[in-house]
Nanobody
Framework: VQLVESGGGLVQPGGSLRLSCAASGFTFSRYGMSWYRQAPGKERELVATITSAGGSTNYAGSVKGRFTISKDNSKNTVYLQMNRLKPEDTAVYYC???????WGKGTLVTVSS
């Protein structure tokens, strides 16, 4: 199993980024996926979750209305569209296969002017 995040970077407050997580080594369409993040000095927290077929999503209150999780089972990829970014969104973002021990290595998002 491999999960590889990409799309992080430096963005100004109010800007947008789209993160991607490319999955391999398992039947992607059978699993729900999540995005987590970990800010410096803080614990890892759940950001968003999507069911296996993509029909249901859930978000942390801090990102609801700004972030959108989506899943393309034909491309074995889960996305996190992040809009209206704030400095407090700065963190390493991780992809996670729900119910497993499999994590990606993360991608750094820095929101700063």
């Amino acid at each position: 199993v491999q999960l590889v995040e990409s799309g992080g970077g430096l963005v100004q407050p109010g800007g947008s980024l789209r993160l991607s997580c490319a999955a391999s080594g398992f039947t992607f369409s059978r699993y729900g996926m999540s995005w987590y993040r970990q800010a410096p000095g803080k614990e890892r927290e759940l950001v968003a979750t999507i069911t296996s077929a993509g029909g249901s999503t859930n978000y942390a209150g801090s990102v609801k209305g700004r972030f959108t999780i989506s899943k393309d089972n034909s491309k074995n990829t889960v996305y996190l569209q992040m809009n209206r970014l704030k400095p407090e969104d700065t963190a390493v973002y991780y992809c996670y296969r729900i119910g497993s021990r499999y994590w990606g290595k993360g991608t750094l998002v820095t929101v700063s002017s």
